[in-house]
């Protein structure tokens, strides 16, 4: 089965400045897709990004950007000028193209606390 | 546009009694259920999912079961409760492209006393 590794429990960034939060995965499987999902306070979780194997362009979402480095099985989210409200839990997931049986779900990894001081 | 529903939000139960969460979307057909749970300090197990109505697959043995009676409501249930059960529970969708992220509900905090 894949894992997803996240190294950092906890990390802490302050206001307008940038983090990154790292992902590793395990896979024998060379197409496959990579989310990050937000999961604030109020515990709902918000997708954030994805990222299909088969593109080398990293995915962005306005702030939100990966490094996906596939060679690695790196999937690195990066933050830029971080707010109040970026402050959350974020999981990294995976998902195989072919467990199409069960229903295409997820593995996710432990996630990242993200602390935003002012 | 699609919306999911999902409660109750709270739940304290003693150990022993019955559970039952139900989940249900709407805006969508056909969408692809799944039951997942998340102890505290860790990340989401998958428990259940569903393709389709009366379709449920386990991933996880354990004291809980799923059904799926129409084709867009997925209900969590147990006989009998143990303390372990305890944590969040969160039901989500997705369209059955293996691309289509999935969308969650706002969870149910299931407390074991």
């Known amino acids: 089965a894949q894992t997803v590794t996240q190294s950092q429990p906890e990390m802490s960034v302050q206001e307008a400045e940038t983090v990154t939060l790292s992902c590793t995965y395990d896979t024998s499987e060379s197409d496959y897709y990579l989310f990050w999902y937000k999961q604030p306070p109020s515990r709902q979780m918000i997708l954030v990004i994805r990222q299909e194997a088969y593109k080398q362009q990293n995915a962005t979402e306005n702030r939100f950007s990966v490094n996906f480095q596939k060679a690695a099985k790196s999937f690195s989210l990066k933050i830029s000028d971080s707010q109040l409200g970026d402050a959350a839990m974020y999981f990294c997931?995976?998902?195989?193209?072919?467990?199409?049986?069960?229903?295409?779900?997820?593995?996710f990894g432990k996630g990242t606390s993200l602390l935003v001081t002012p | 546009s699609q919306t999911i529903h999902q409660w109750p939000a709270t739940l304290v139960q003693p150990v022993g009694s019955p559970l039952s969460l139900e989940c249900t979307v709407e805006g969508t057909s056909n969408p692809n259920l799944y039951w997942y749970r998340q102890a505290a300090g860790r990340g989401l197990q998958l428990l259940f999912y569903s393709v389709g109505i009366g379709q449920i697959s386990s991933e996880v043995p354990q004291n809980l079961s799923a059904s799926r009676p129409q084709d867009r409501q997925f209900i969590l249930s147990s006989k009998k409760l143990l303390l372990s059960d305890s944590g969040f529970y969160l039901c989500?969708?997705?369209?059955?492209?293996?691309?289509?992220?999935?969308?969650f509900g706002d969870g149910t905090r299931l407390s074991i006393l």
């Open positions: 989500a969708w997705s369209l059955g492209a293996v691309n289509q992220p999935q969308h």
């Open positions: 997931a995976y998902r195989n193209l072919l467990n199409s049986n069960s229903g295409y779900a997820l593995n």
